[in-house]
């Protein structure tokens, strides 16, 4: 890694760090600027036993008190609190629980959306305006168009209403299936139509002309120098897609009734659970923060022509 590839990870680094404690700041500020409180849902609770509650968490404290500490212990051993709601649980504990199973999804269906969509998108190219390609990029459009939850609605409708042939609980391995193929569907749309965007534009230039010229198979151009230089688009989005795939499973996870992070992030805003709100907040700022970062670095990986600045 030469110096100037070294200054711009060190400079993206630190703009990730800032990013975050810009996340923190603001996810705490207006959690507590929510009318009501935690507590306010608890049945027949006295001003006493409220003002009790309030001290046991230090929700007595001045707010920029709060502010500190809360920023404190997160910096220092990544604690970000108890649970409010689910009494004697800390909040990493109950995100690193579900995260088992939300990443699982995350990781399934985006490995499954490039595995099928490259190769679509490739076919797509190569066979532009012949019947192939327009029937993918009818069906790629239909998925691109089409909300999570209402395919996932269709999918658990037909499959394990109708046919019967897969659960509709996600708690069973056989039940994320549908979870899986769900999240997938989108995101393997959308990169079939970039890597096809992407591959007529790079069957159409110079260096491949001199490459056919030259008498180079054709299987070679198109694994060779076609597709490797076509796929810089897919990793643009592949690292921030496997963030949104984790973060945006929220909906699907309550259709399939999956017992992941998106189960238990709804849960806490319904129960003003403000440590678990702002946690499951940070944790997936920083998932996708991350994630933009290592696409970025892997640029150069793929081609060293592109200058990091």
């Known amino acids: 890694m030469n110096s100037r590839t070294l200054k711009y990870v060190l400079k993206r680094i630190l703009l990730a760090i800032v990013t975050v404690w810009v996340v923190i700041t603001v996810t705490f500020f207006v959690m507590h600027a929510v009318p009501g409180g935690p507590f306010m849902g608890e049945k027949a609770i006295s001003a006493a036993a409220q003002a009790s509650l309030e001290a046991k968490y230090g929700l007595d404290k001045p707010l920029i008190e709060q502010y500190f500490t809360y920023l404190k212990d997160i910096v220092t051993r990544f604690d970000f609190g108890p649970s409010l709601k689910q009494r004697g649980r800390m909040v990493i504990d109950i995100i690193a629980d579900g995260m088992k199973t939300s990443a699982k999804l995350g990781v399934i269906a985006a490995c499954l959306a490039a595995l099928c969509g490259i190769p679509l998108g490739a076919v797509a190219a190569l066979r532009r305006n012949k019947l192939i390609d327009k029937v993918i990029m009818v069906i790629t459009t239909a998925f691109v168009s089409m909300p999570s939850f209402i395919m996932g609605s269709l999918l658990l409708v037909f499959f394990a209403i109708r046919l019967a042939v897969l659960p509709a609980n996600g708690s069973t391995p056989a039940g994320l299936v ?25 069957l159409g230039q110079d260096y491949i002309r001199t490459a056919k010229a030259k008498g180079v198979s054709g299987v070679k151009i198109i694994f060779g120098h076609a597709l490797k230089n076509s796929l810089i688009p897919v990793i643009t989005y592949f690292g921030p897609m496997l963030a949104y795939i984790v973060t945006g499973s929220l ?55 592109i200058n990091l600045d």
Do not use: H, W
């Open 178 to 202: 549908l979870p899986i193929i769900t999240l997938a569907l989108y995101p393997m749309a959308y990169i079939t139509r970039l890597t096809r965007s992407s591959m007529l534009d790079v």
């Open 251 to 305: 909906v699907v996870e309550q259709i399939f009734a999956v017992p992941g992070i998106g189960r238990a992030f709804v849960s806490s805003i319904t129960n003003r659970d403000y440590p678990m709100v702002m946690g499951t907040t940070i944790v997936l700022a920083v998932l996708i923060v991350v994630m933009n970062l290592l696409s970025d670095i892997l640029y150069k990986l793929v081609d060293p022509r």
